[in-house]
């Protein structure tokens, strides 16, 4: 057995090989307990398509929780179009592979809709939507929600002030400090965000490019490595996940984190080291799910409407709140405090 598997307590695992493209093309189930299992396909190089159906096991998982603890009438599903190493998917290939995974996805007859993820962009989903009807976040022209990027970092803003208040006493962004690594679809609106509040803000990413939006914002600019351990009121992560582990933890200076980046914590583990260094971490799960909170309303049988998903995404401050305050009651971490209420959610029905 593989150390490394998430509990296998999913629905379904269903692995395909595309017949036009010869990738395997994979769908993990993990609950439909609360609605069709939301989540985005992920295009990614893996040494080896087992690493890729792992992936999606744990990232299904995953969204689960973040659907249940955002109160969403959504389970939670992962798509993985694995890569061999080094292939980069591109024309015809692309085409063939994006069409196979359709195929894929309209065999679950619905228990999961796809939406876009990393390696995937909005060019992407109208191929996928030629062979399924279960996609989400189309352009608002084909009757879909759009990019997500931006009720993501609605949402994660919301969730920046519900920290500071916590910890500081006051939810306003003025004058705070506020470290942003990852200056990408999400991190750069966050940014843009807190700068129009007054943040004084230190931006990061590993794209020189992004130097300008530090310019452009008055913000200053640094790189990933100081940024992260920066003496900052918080600290938002919006790049890649994984990085806040055992060694990194006594090093950090900020007061608080609450950023986009999906599975921030190395292991569950860590989220105790941070409550020990009395740094209030919001988790990952809850925070950033602005994107799914914007999609549900686009699956709702009277179409998509932008204010009703703002104001959806605006209630993650309220959900925050309650998991900061089941946390200090119960004295555990915020991370146990969010998967008891998700699994409390699951429960109910
Ligand atoms: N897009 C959404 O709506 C959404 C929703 C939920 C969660 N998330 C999560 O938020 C994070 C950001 O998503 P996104 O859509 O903005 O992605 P993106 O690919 O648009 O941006 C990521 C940015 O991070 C930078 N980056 C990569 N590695 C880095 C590193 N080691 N240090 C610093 N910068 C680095 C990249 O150069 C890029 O600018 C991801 O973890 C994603 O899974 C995104």
């Known amino acids: 057995m593989d150390p490394l598997l998430p509990p296998l307590d999913h629905e379904e695992l269903y692995v395909r090989r595309g017949p036009r493209s010869g990738l395997p093309t994979i769908v993990a189930v993990h609950s439909t307990a609360r609605g069709p299992a939301l989540g985005g396909c992920r295009v990614w190089n893996y040494d080896d398509p087992t690493l890729a159906a792992r992936d999606a096991l744990r990232l299904a998982r995953a969204m689960t929780y973040k659907a249940a603890c955002a109160d969403q009438p959504l389970g939670g599903g992962k798509g993985v179009i694995a890569l061999p190493p080094g292939l980069r998917l591109t024309g015809r290939r692309r085409r063939a ?5 359709g195929e894929t996805v309209e065999q679950l007859a619905g228990r999961y809709v796809t939406a876009e993820d990393v390696g995937i962009g909005s060019r992407d989903m109208p191929v996928i939507a030629q062979t399924t009807s279960h996609v989400s976040g189309l352009a608002r022209s084909r ?96 790049a890649l996940g994984g990085f806040l582990d055992e060694a990194i933890v006594p090093r950090l ?97």
């Not at 860590?270 to 950033?288: C, E, H, K, Q, T």
């Open 97 to 101: 592979a994006l069409l196979d995974f």
């Open 253 to 349: 200076r900020c007061r608080a984190i609450a950023g986009a980046a999906n599975n921030q914590l190395a292991t569950d583990a860590v989220a105790g080291l941070l409550a020990m260094r009395g740094i209030l971490w919001a988790p990952d799960f809850v925070v950033s799910a602005g994107g799914i909170v914007n999609i549900a309303v686009e699956l709702e049988p009277g179409g998509y409407d932008a204010a009703v998903a703002r104001r959806r995404v605006r209630a993650i401050g309220a959900t925050l709140d309650e998991i900061f305050s089941a946390a200090e009651a119960q004295r555990t971490t915020p991370l146990a405090a969010a998967v008891a209420l998700g699994e409390q959610r699951l429960a109910a029905v």
């Open 143 to 238: 009757g879909g929600s759009g990019d997500p990027s931006p009720f993501t970092a609605l949402g994660v803003e919301t969730a920046i002030r519900t920290t500071c208040a916590r910890v500081f006493g006051d939810a306003s962004l003025a004058g705070r400090s506020i470290a942003i690594v990852g200056l990408g679809h999400v991190g750069s609106r966050v940014a843009a965000r807190c700068a129009r509040a007054g943040a004084r803000l230190l931006l990061a990413d590993v794209d020189p490019a992004k130097r300008a939006l530090a310019d452009e914002l008055g913000a200053r600019w640094t790189t990933p490595a100081r940024a992260l351990t920066a003496k900052v009121d918080l600290l938002s992560p919006c």
